[in-house]
């Protein structure tokens, strides 16, 4: 079948589609004017393509805020998914930029989409991209810390797997589980596997278990080369026994997961204790 850009056609008995219009091209080069001229025009803001990417995916997935809000003011559907399961929030966070995410959050954009197999959520889009801004941004918004991706498992294996130490830290600190596994595999596991010292050390720091085995019975140490640093760095923490003070920071906030930053900062304790148990010294 010959496709005419800008013209619409049917695709079976699922209704009219497009090519890529204008309104599309528009949006993702960052054409404001001719944006605004095409939507005045009547130009439709939720045209979709084959894949079913709109505008507002376009906008997002290149990081174009003002024709993001644009499209958004003409009635652009924020939480829209392309044929992949993307939400222009996704794009958001997977482009870097905590202004078109913050944009469409504030026009009721869903911080925790229903994961599918072909795709994961924004806050894993953003570990996997490793933009910590909209890691902390997700965060804050209320995003699953343990959602689970079919490829990546939790964002925090994410992170890990990409080597996103920033992104990471952030996660652990809003308390994420380090000791969640994918398979059995944990942080720890993938952190040994890219060979990434920084990690190993953040994740035993906020109690990855070093002894913890995968489904095929083996550690962390035993995914590194004899000798390496990775190894001489796991093989130090299993010999060497945690101190109580660090043992009872790491299970009070066990204990406490994703409450633990608002509760610790309600301790009646010092502010040197506070910062201890919140990682912030």
């Given at each position: 079948?010959?496709?005419?850009?800008?013209?619409?056609?049917?695709?079976?008995?699922?209704?009219?589609?497009?090519?890529?219009?204008?309104?599309?091209?528009?949006?993702?080069?960052?054409?404001?004017?001719?944006?605004?001229?095409?939507?005045?025009?009547?130009?439709?803001?939720?045209?979709?393509?084959?894949?079913?990417?709109?505008?507002?995916?376009?906008?997002?997935?290149?990081?174009?805020?003002?024709?993001?809000?644009?499209?958004?003011?003409?009635?652009?559907?924020?939480?829209?998914?392309?044929?992949?399961?993307?939400?222009p929030l996704c794009n958001a966070c997977a482009a870097g930029s905590p202004e078109c995410a913050k944009l469409l959050l504030e026009h009721g954009a869903t911080a925790n989409?229903?994961?599918?197999?072909?795709?994961?959520?924004?806050?894993h889009e953003a570990c996997i991209r490793g933009n910590v801004d909209c890691v902390k941004l997700m965060i804050a918004e209320g995003a699953q810390l343990e959602a689970f991706?079919?490829?990546?498992?939790?964002?925090?294996?994410?992170?890990?797997?990409?080597?996103?130490?920033?992104?990471?830290?952030a996660l652990l600190i809003a308390g994420a589980n380090v000791n969640g596994a994918k398979f059995h595999e944990t942080a720890l596991h993938y952190a040994a596997k890219v060979?990434?010292?920084?990690?190993?050390?953040?994740?035993?720091?906020?109690?990855?278990?070093?002894?913890?085995?995968?489904?095929?019975?083996?550690?962390?140490?035993?995914?590194?080369?004899?000798?390496?640093?990775?190894?001489?760095?796991?093989?130090?923490?299993?010999?060497?026994?945690?101190?109580?003070?660090?043992?009872?920071?790491?299970?009070?906030?066990?204990?406490?997961?994703?409450?633990?930053?608002?509760?610790?900062?309600?301790?009646?304790?010092?502010?040197?204790?506070?910062?201890?148990?919140?990682?912030?010294?």
């Open positions: 079948m010959d496709i005419h850009p800008d013209r619409a056609y049917f695709f079976g008995d699922i209704g009219c589609w497009v090519e890529r219009t204008e309104v599309h091209k528009a949006a993702a080069l960052g054409h404001v004017a001719k944006l605004e001229e095409l939507i005045q025009s009547g130009a439709s803001v939720n045209a979709a393509t084959v894949d079913s990417i709109t505008p507002l995916h376009e906008a997002c997935i290149q990081g174009q805020t003002q024709c993001a809000r644009l499209l958004l003011d003409a009635g652009a559907q924020v939480d829209v998914r392309s044929i992949h399961g993307s939400t989409p229903t994961l599918t197999a072909l795709t994961a959520t924004p806050l991706d079919i490829y990546f498992g939790t964002p925090l294996h994410a992170a890990c797997i990409k080597e996103h130490v920033d992104c990471a830290k060979r990434n010292v920084d990690l190993i050390e953040l994740l035993v720091e906020f109690g990855g278990n070093v002894y913890a085995r995968d489904n095929l019975g083996r550690k962390p140490i035993d995914y590194t080369r004899p000798g390496s640093p990775p190894a001489l760095c796991l093989q130090f923490y299993e010999r060497t026994p945690l101190s109580l003070q660090h043992l009872s920071r790491v299970a009070l906030r066990a204990a406490l997961g994703t409450r633990a930053p608002e509760v610790v900062s309600k301790l009646n304790v010092s502010p040197r204790i506070i910062s201890y148990l919140t990682y912030s010294c």
